[in-house]
């Protein structure tokens, strides 16, 4: 059974940082793409940062400079780092992992967890 369990989420204030983890089972982890994405009330969900599994990375423009993902292969989890907040950063944070084989779309989700970003 493939699991993707998103941990770090939670209150902090404009300027403040906060650290989301996402930690995957059932699957071979360094086969996959892994992404972060996010929703906030009302919008459509938007890619944050994706990260291969040789390390290249893109992020979404209103992120660049302050958001970094990461990932550690032999502990199958992916990171997010999130600096300088800001209170459109507030949404529901979801952890994505994605592979291709032969034909076959393999796309697994994390359950999300809450980043509010507010004083």
């Known amino acids: 059974q493939v699991q993707l369990v998103e941990s770090g989420g939670g209150l902090v204030q404009p300027g403040g940082s906060l650290r989301l983890s996402c930690a995957a089972s059932?699957?071979?982890?360094?086969?996959?793409?892994t992404a972060w994405y996010r929703q906030a009330p009302g919008k459509q969900r938007e890619l944050v940062a994706i990260?291969?599994?040789?390390?290249?990375?893109n992020y979404a423009e209103s992120v660049k400079g302050r958001f970094t993902i990461s990932r550690d292969n032999a502990k199958n989890t992916v990171y997010l780092q999130m600096n300088s907040l800001k209170p459109e950063d507030t949404a529901v944070y979801s952890c994505?992992?994605?592979?291709?084989?032969?034909?076959?779309?393999?796309?697994?989700w994390g359950q999300g967890t809450q980043v509010t970003v507010s004083s």
């Open positions: 994505n992992a994605k592979a291709i084989d032969r034909t076959i779309l393999h796309n697994h």
């Open positions: 059932g699957i071979i982890f360094s086969n996959y793409v």
């Open positions: 990260i291969t599994s040789g390390g290249s990375t």
